[in-house]
């Protein structure tokens, strides 16, 4: 398995567990930069190589009222300011061909949301950009399963593959995460990422918004961390109770610290065995 690089940042065994983390969705040009800096200083305390994640567009909302972020194209202007004046490789979601092109000339590493890991133009398109992708799998797609997804964003280009777990649908509006699927997926070739933060997202149990529980975000980072993974996907807010998209499953910022040292001790331990 070769390790895959996002900007300076390698992924992938025999290199540090890395943190791909920010905010679910760009509120502001200010507070992006703000949760950057604030978000590399943690990374470079722990030596943690880092990508900054936000999202300008939210596209799979519970209700045509959610916010959804600042569009493409103001989006990708925030995020290019992230990457020049913070230092930091960036990531954001992808949705169409299109926004792959476009998002893959300005970021560092593209998503490929959970619900749209089987859309093969779009898997292909982001291949294509030359650019390495983090693939979510699908709350309804087998881990075996996502070898097909990789293989079609190198049927693109060779930039590079990440699988993620993110949990997998238990009946209505509740997520499980089955850690078999970090080992099935390494086998299969590919770095292995854990996205903790939508793992405890509760789809649609608010009405018309997802809910989440939080408090069950560090167990299971340290509990995917023990089982093997490359890298660790957080969402993180300054106020996660206030943020304008998935405050519920998202982790304060001022709670990050100590929870990436667990992770870490973790780690630690279990590679040092």
Request: charged share 20%.
């Amino acid at each position: 398995m070769n390790p895959v690089r996002v900007g300076p940042v390698a992924i992938g065994p025999g290199h540090p567990l890395a943190l791909l983390a920010g905010p679910c969705v760009i509120e502001s040009v200010d507070h992006c930069l703000r949760m950057a800096d604030a978000l590399r200083e943690v990374a470079q305390r722990l030596a943690m190589p880092f990508v900054f994640k936000a999202s300008y567009d939210k596209a799979n909302r519970t209700s045509v009222d959610s916010y959804r972020g600042p569009g493409l194209e103001a989006g990708l202007s925030v995020l290019a300011r992230v990457r020049t004046e913070c230092g930091v490789p960036t990531l954001t979601d992808v949705h169409s061909p299109p926004e792959a092109t476009a998002a893959g000339a300005v970021v560092d590493l593209l998503q490929i949301p959970a619900f749209l890991c089987r859309q093969t133009d779009l898997l292909v398109a982001a291949g294509a950009t030359g650019r390495p992708v983090n693939v979510k799998k699908g709350q309804f797609v087998s881990p075996e399963t996502m070898v097909q997804a990789a293989r079609k964003v190198e049927a693109g280009g060779t930039g590079g593959v990440l699988l993620c777990e993110r949990g997998s649908v238990f009946g209505y509006g509740n997520l499980v995460v089955d850690m078999r699927g970090l080992v099935i997926m390494r086998e299969l070739g590919y770095p292995v990422v854990f996205d903790a933060t939508h793992s405890v997202q509760l789809p649609s149990a608010g009405g018309t918004v997802s809910g989440g529980d939080r408090r069950f975000v560090a167990h299971l980072s340290r509990a995917a961390t023990a089982v093997g993974i490359d890298a660790l996907f957080l969402e993180v807010h300054d106020d996660p109770d206030h943020a304008l998209c998935d405050g519920p499953n998202m982790v304060a910022l001022a709670e990050l610290p100590e929870m990436l040292e667990a992770v870490l001790r973790v780690r630690e331990s279990v590679t040092s065995r």
